[in-house]
T-cell receptor, first 114, second 111 residues
Framework: DGGITQSPKYLFRKEGQNVTLSCEQN?????MYWYRQDPGQGLRLIYY???????QKGDIAEGYSVSREKKESFPLTVTSAQKNPTAFYLC?????????????FGAGSRLTVL | GENVEQHPSTLSVQEGDSAVIKCTYS??????FPWYKQELGKGPQLIID?????GEKKDQRIAVTLNKTAKHFSLHITETQPEDSAVYFC??????????FGTGTRLLVSP
């Protein structure tokens, strides 16, 4: 079955550590996205990529980094520069062009900073 | 840029009642309005969407209405069931542009 796989589902981090969240899709989607979800704040866009080897900052990119070396993969690194990293992180993908706004989401990764 | 407001933040109904969630958007050029349902511990899933060339769309117990003049759209769920309990997000976008999401509504359906 086609879909988006995020790992790990739960992750604990000590302050000052970088962590990387994995996102893999087999939907042959061109575009991939990372969102952060906090209670009462909806879904906020961190980074997105419309094509391999290219990505753009979203609304809250500070303290995060991404790469897009393969069409299927879009890992997110939460760096020590992110002031409040505890959150639920969602990866999504879509086709380009007319289908650019029809998103398929992964099951999410919950990051907790100890 | 686009701004989407969603109300209420929490909605409690009895099983069998109807539920209505409302969203307003700011950019009159937006033309695509999806609704996503997020169950506990899972990612959001698209449940229904509407484009600006229609005023209403139905799919069994759910429907979405769009008022372009007032720049608001609503999700209607009839004959609610406990499995409808979830967080619902509205969103808006223009063609080929990224979605802008509302802040979510937590719906609780009590047996």
């Amino acid at each position: 079955d086609g879909g988006i796989t995020q790992s790990p589902k739960y992750l604990f981090r000590k302050e000052g550590q970088n962590v990387t969240l994995s996102c893999e899709q087999n939907l042959n989607h061109d575009a991939m996205y990372w969102y952060r979800q906090d209670p009462g704040q909806g879904l906020r866009l961190i980074y997105y990529s419309q094509i391999v080897n290219d990505f753009q900052k979203g609304d809250i990119a500070e303290g995060y980094s991404v790469s897009r070396e393969k069409k299927e993969s879009f890992p997110l690194t939460v760096t020590s520069a992110q002031k409040n990293p505890t959150a639920f992180y969602l990866c999504a993908s879509s086709f380009q062009g007319a289908g650019a706004n029809v998103l398929t989401f992964g099951a999410g990764s919950r990051l907790t900073v100890l | 840029g686009e701004n989407v407001e969603q109300h209420p933040s929490t909605l409690s109904v009895q099983e069998g009642d109807s539920a209505v969630i409302k969203c307003t958007y700011s950019d009159s050029a937006s033309n695509y309005f999806p609704w996503y349902k997020q169950e506990l511990g899972k990612g959001p899933q698209l449940i229904i969407d509407i484009r600006s060339n229609v005023g209403e769309k139905k799919d069994q117990r759910i429907a979405v209405t769009l008022n372009k003049t007032a720049k608001h759209f609503s999700l209607h769920i009839t004959e609610t069931q406990p499995e409808d309990s979830a967080v619902y997000f509205c969103a808006a976008s223009k063609s080929f542009q990224k979605l802008v999401f509302g802040t979510g509504t937590r719906l609780l359906v009590s047996p």
